[in-house]
């Protein structure tokens, strides 16, 4: 059970490791008007997005955030090896639709964040459209910073223009190291 709880604390929250039965609750909030612009792969068919859902499962890192027993959210947390091994990835992220604005993306962030700490993270990253002006705000109100810009980084096949993409940070103060 998570920690962090969406604005109605007597909403039961819960993350858990993707699962192959979660496919389609996964791919209604991915494939909607608003979310898919954002994320790496062009509107599809469930029956083509099973490949792309077949790697998120793939990674081990690919989490569900559940709402009252429903999907309401997901993320993929990819750990750097190495010398790097202190900062995490975070991206293919998402929240339904239906559940804007109800703190849902802070609860399920502030909980990967608390998770990722006891294991040792010091720092996340994420890459953010330079249009999706929502996520961007969203990210720097949970202290994420401007790190760089990659210039033409970004291609919808609809649009005849490149977008820029974001890169942001956040560091933990203090890690919390695992036992």
Known sequence: MGDARPSDPTMPT?????????????????????????????PMPLTSFADVYAELLASGNFHVWQVDGAIAGFYRATRYPGRVRHVVLLGTL?????????????AMLLDAFARLQSEGVRRVELFAESDNTLALRFYERLGFVHEGTL?????????????????????????????
């Open 94 to 106: 998402a929240v339904d639709q239906a559940r804007h604005g109800q703190g849902v993306g802070r």
């Open 14 to 42: 819960m993350r858990r490791l993707a699962e192959p039965r979660d496919i389609e609750a996964v791919y209604a909030i991915y494939s909607h008007a608003e979310v898919v612009p954002f994320l790496t792969y062009e």
């Open 151 to 179: 210039r033409a980084f970004y291609k919808r096949a609809h649009e005849d223009h490149y977008v820029d993409e974001v890169v942001m940070g956040l560091l933990f103060e203090d890690p919390v190291r695992a036992a």
